[in-house]
């Protein structure tokens, strides 16, 4: 899940960035020190939404940068635990799916990619036995957040699964969506037709007498 997060920090700006204006450059050095920062409390920072306010600039002797203390807030990704992506596949193995949702990518198990039993061929393609569904590199999927671990706070680590009702490849939960929908009851005839037709019934049984 997406987050704005407010922080406060003492931001270095270089001399080389005194030409700009002062918060030009504090956002900038901002954007440096914590694009791509990865923490189990932020989760990722994506990028600097914006500056709440910027203090006065102290230098310090030996150094030349000035120092600011900044408030300013990150957009940030959190994996939640049950959460629903939106993702695109990145690549597929014997093992399963790689799916990436926007700033991270996470792991699909092949037992988790559909509710069948699963082949996977050489051309990158995993295919389901009984509903001869497929999944390939490039498709759009519904996925839901079954694991996640910080362990490895440089690289973390996401379980997903697709085999629950309205997962999966999109076009999966289109046809799902398309086998539900009521069928169209076929419209009753109307009063004219039908005393029309009773007419002409009638009309003809006559004839068929004489």
């Given at each position: 899940?997406?987050?704005?997060?407010?922080?406060?920090?003492?931001?270095?700006?270089?001399?080389?960035?005194?030409n700009?204006?002062?918060?030009?450059?504090?956002?900038?050095?901002?954007?440096?020190?914590?694009?791509?920062?990865?923490?189990?409390?932020?989760?990722?920072?994506?990028?600097?939404?914006?500056?709440?306010?910027?203090?006065?600039?102290?230098?310090?002797?030996?150094d030349?940068?000035?120092?600011?203390?900044?408030?300013?807030?990150?957009?940030?990704f959190?994996?939640e635990?049950?959460?629903?992506?939106?993702?695109?596949?990145?690549?597929?193995?014997?093992?399963g799916a790689?799916?990436?949702?926007?700033?991270i990518?996470?792991?699909?198990?092949?037992?988790q990619?559909?509710?069948?039993?699963?082949?996977?061929?050489?051309?990158?393609?995993?295919?389901?036995?009984?509903?001869?569904?497929?999944?390939?590199?490039?498709?759009?999927?519904?996925?839901?957040?079954?694991?996640?671990?910080?362990?490895?706070?440089?690289?973390?680590?996401?379980?997903?699964?697709?085999?629950?009702?309205?997962?999966?490849?999109?076009?999966?939960?289109?046809?799902e969506?398309?086998?539900?929908?009521?069928?169209?009851?076929?419209?009753?005839?109307?009063?004219?037709?039908?005393?029309?037709?009773?007419?002409?019934?009638?009309?003809?049984?006559?004839e068929h007498?004489?």
């Open positions: 899940m997406f987050y704005k997060v407010q922080l406060k920090d003492h931001i270095r700006v270089p001399p080389n960035l005194f700009l204006p002062l918060e030009e450059a504090v956002i900038k050095r901002i954007k440096t020190k914590y694009n791509g920062f990865i923490s189990k409390d932020l989760g990722i920072v994506v990028d600097v939404s914006g500056m709440k306010d910027i203090g006065e600039g102290v230098i310090i002797p030996g030349g940068a000035s120092y600011y203390d900044a408030s300013f807030e990150l957009l940030t959190k994996p635990m049950q959460e629903v992506v939106l993702g695109k596949i990145k690549d597929i193995a014997e093992f790689f799916i990436n949702i926007g700033p990518d996470g792991m699909i198990h092949i037992s990619t559909m509710d069948d039993f699963v082949s996977f061929s050489k051309d990158k393609t995993l295919a389901g036995k009984e509903t001869k569904r497929t999944l390939k590199v490039n498709d759009l999927c519904r996925a839901r957040i079954i694991a996640v671990s910080f362990k490895d706070i440089l690289n973390p680590k996401l379980g997903l699964t697709m085999r629950q009702q309205g997962l999966g490849r999109l076009e999966w939960i289109k046809e969506l398309e086998e539900k929908a009521p069928k169209k009851e076929e419209k009753a005839p109307k009063k004219e037709e039908k005393e029309h037709k009773e007419h002409k019934e009638h009309k003809e049984k006559r007498k004489k």
